[in-house]
């Protein structure tokens, strides 16, 4: 992780920007990931344009897309399509002592409907305890809209979402990361060792060329292509079709396509690609719609 990406989400940071209106916030927290100011009038880059929606982008198109459940619903709708699987949802609800004690045949996963990063697991023969109930008490009470102004975010419902783990509830699985500019693909990442000091990220081309491209989480190496890699795509591509932009997170297990959800904002616009020519490239496959069709009335 880079310097100037450890300071974006230290206390002082959030403390500042959280004192901010919305315009300067977004500013304050670009100037510490990128190293710069962003053009926001006149957005050019992929960073420059995620906080242009982050500011502007009040369509409903977004507004169920930081939803966990509501996420579901839409790639359930359209799974024969994109040939897909998606996670069985056990419990949601918003006191997580309805299902303490209870067991589930299946490998699961915890997390809040609302906000990002954060998850527990749980294996086939582990119950939602105590220390689970005790460790996600305040997970309910931030909302990640209020710092980071992801308006999205705002729409979402504040619920627990309790659902089967894909994988064994242990090891996260792969996660395919697709980048996605009116339904194409542009590149696609694949994320190794997720909620582990191992995580790493390796960007393809829809054809599965490497791109050298880092983040913060640094680079893995390049691997084969999935065997499944068309079929992959074709899932992307059939999610990402209401959207200008939109990020489509998949999981490939054993062949088996499932679901992952949506992220309209990557990085909070605020993480640096390495080398920079990448989020300029990136930022020219994205036409942002006219401000007047998306602004709030």
């Known amino acids: 992780m880079n310097e100037s990406l450890r300071h974006v989400f230290q206390p002082a940071h959030r403390r500042v920007a959280g004192l901010l209106p919305l315009p300067l916030r977004r500013r304050y927290l670009y100037l510490a990931g990128h190293g710069r100011l962003p053009r926001l009038r006149d957005p050019q880059t992929f960073g420059e344009k995620i906080n242009w929606r982050i500011m502007h982008d009040r369509r409903p198109v977004l507004a169920w897309t930081c939803d966990k459940l509501a996420m579901k619903d839409h790639a359930a709708q359209v799974a024969e399509e994109a040939g897909i699987s998606v996670p ?81 509830g242990v090891t996260p699985p792969d996660d395919y990361k697709y980048l996605m500019f009116d339904g194409k693909i542009a590149a696609v990442s694949v994320d190794t060792g997720r909620f582990t000091k191992q995580h790493s990220r390796t960007f393809y081309t829809a054809d599965w060329e490497p791109l050298h491209v880092a983040t913060a989480l640094g680079s893995g190496e390049p691997g084969p292509p999935p065997e499944n890699l068309a079929a992959l795509n074709h899932a992307a591509e059939v999610l990402a079709r209401p959207f200008d932009f939109m990020r489509v997170d998949l999981y490939n297990v054993d062949g088996v396509i499932w679901f992952s959800e949506h992220t309209p904002y990557p990085g909070g616009g605020v993480l640096p690609f390495e080398p920079h020519s990448f989020d300029a490239w990136l930022g020219e496959q994205w036409t942002l719609p006219e401000l007047d069709d998306v602004a709030a009335r």
């Not at 915890?110 to 119950?127: I, Q």
Request: aromatic share 12%.
């Open 88 to 168: 069985e949802t056990f419990w949601s609800g918003t006191d997580l002592t309805e299902v303490a004690g209870r067991m589930f045949d299946r490998p699961w996963v915890l997390k809040p409907n609302h906000r990002s990063g954060l998850v527990r697991f749980g294996r086939a023969d582990e119950s939602v305890d105590a220390r689970t109930i005790a460790a996600t008490k305040t997970w309910l009470r931030d909302d990640q809209s209020v710092l980071l102004g992801e308006w999205a975010y705002s729409q979402a419902r504040p619920l627990y979402v309790l659902e089967e783990a894909i994988g064994d």
